[in-house]
């Protein structure tokens, strides 16, 4: 069973930053996508949004509202990926979730349109 765990999530003040972490035990995430996802407090499944990605080769995509803000990265040898968050602004504010597919056939400019393993989520509250 792939099992996806995020952390890292937090309450923190606009203009804060926060580094939220994915690993997965037993499954080497370099040779796979990894992607961020974001889902707003009261919106259901479907309006999960994807925030960022890294490709098995190292490319990365961001959404328009956080590029320059947010940064994704992996780290092959402690097997975790990071997507560190900078200067974060209330509508940040989500339950944030990493996800990962080991073969798709729907492809976005970066990475794939769609994932089959997902984590639990981790909360990201940005207020003063």
């Known amino acids: 069973q792939v099992q996806l765990v995020e952390s890292g999530g937090g309450l923190v003040q606009p203009g804060e930053s926060l580094t939220l972490s994915c690993t997965v035990p037993?499954?080497?995430?370099?040779?796979?996508?990894i992607g961020w996802f974001r889902q707003v407090p009261g919106k259901g499944r479907e309006a999960r949004e994807g925030v960022s990605c890294i490709s098995s080769d190292s490319r990365t995509w961001y959404k328009d509202s956080v590029k320059g803000r947010f940064t994704i990265s992996r780290d092959n040898v402690k097997n975790v990926v990071y997507l560190q968050m900078d200067n974060l602004r209330p509508d940040d504010t989500a339950l944030y979730f990493c996800a990962t597919v080991f073969r798709s056939t729907a492809w976005g400019p970066v990475c794939p349109r769609e994932y089959d393993y997902w984590g639990q989520g981790t909360q990201v509250t940005v207020s003063s």
């Open positions: 037993g499954i080497p995430l370099s040779l796979y996508p």
